[in-house]
């Protein structure tokens, strides 16, 4: 058996997330139809997290094993020339049989795109959140710092407890190493990197900060939001569609 790691780019606009589901397509399930294609084997791969539906991929990792004599530098060509072009194949290597795309992970980076012209292109609708409203972003900026360290998150959590997180750990304490929001151009941009992330945790942390934007909350907020362990106390969840898995670190 080899052990295979995938690097993965994709527009997750038409999938109802990574992970597969019955009826519906999914970057898991639509990944493990083309290695089934190609392989003979019935595979499913593992991802570094589950992303949402809507939400997207610069570099989503993906492994999985198998038995097939394919060499690895014929996979990329040979996966994306069966897979839709929403989803493209960057990178295959073998990995030792240990690595475990979601367990073995150490950390991973997000980002999220906030649109704020008065009018959005027509070909940036489905990858930004378009928000033209009057926002204070130094206070948006200030609010997203002090998430930074150790915190229980539950506060930010999705409300439904099947859910869980994107790593399957029940606890709701992770680590932020960086969270920050920067200008370019008419976009405002957040990017966040943590040890782990809860479901629908980078969007409520946004809904959040759009709060403390508008004048809602304070900055200084945040920090009792946290306390409160109580995803009522936190805002509402940030669309999915403008938010990216821009890497993984292991």
Request: glycine share 8%; net charge neutral.
């Amino acid at each position: 058996m080899r052990n295979v790691k995938l690097i993965l780019a994709y527009d997750g606009s038409e999938f109802s997330g990574w992970q597969v589901q019955p009826r519906v397509a999914t970057i898991q399930g639509t990944l493990a139809s083309a290695l089934a294609r190609l392989t003979g084997e019935k595979v499913l791969p593992q991802g570094s997290g589950r992303t949402d539906a809507g939400v997207h991929a610069l570099a989503q990792v993906a492994s999985f094993s198998t038995a097939s004599p394919i060499p690895i530098d014929h996979l990329v060509p040979a996966l994306n020339h069966i897979l839709p072009g929403s989803i493209r194949v960057l990178e295959a290597q073998e990995v030792p049989l240990e690595f475990h795309a979601r367990k073995s992970a150490r950390a991973k980076t997000y980002r999220y795109r906030l649109y704020r012209a008065s009018l959005c292109p027509p070909f940036l609708a489905r990858y930004v959140w378009h928000y033209p409203f009057p926002l204070n972003e130094p206070a948006v900026a200030e609010a997203a710092h002090l998430v930074v360290g150790e915190h229980d998150f539950a506060s930010f959590a999705a409300v439904d407890p099947e859910l869980g997180s994107e790593e399957g750990n029940p606890s709701s304490v992770r680590r932020i190493f960086h969270s920050s929001w920067t200008r370019t151009g008419e976009e405002l941009v957040y990017t966040v990197q943590g040890n782990g992330f809860l479901h629908h945790m980078v969007r409520n942390l946004v809904g959040t900060f759009m709060l403390v934007g508008k004048g809602t909350l304070q900055p200084e907020d945040v920090m009792r939001i946290l306390e409160k362990r109580n995803r009522s106390a936190a805002g509402a969840t940030a669309p999915a569609n403008g938010l990216y898995l821009v890497g993984v670190e292991y």
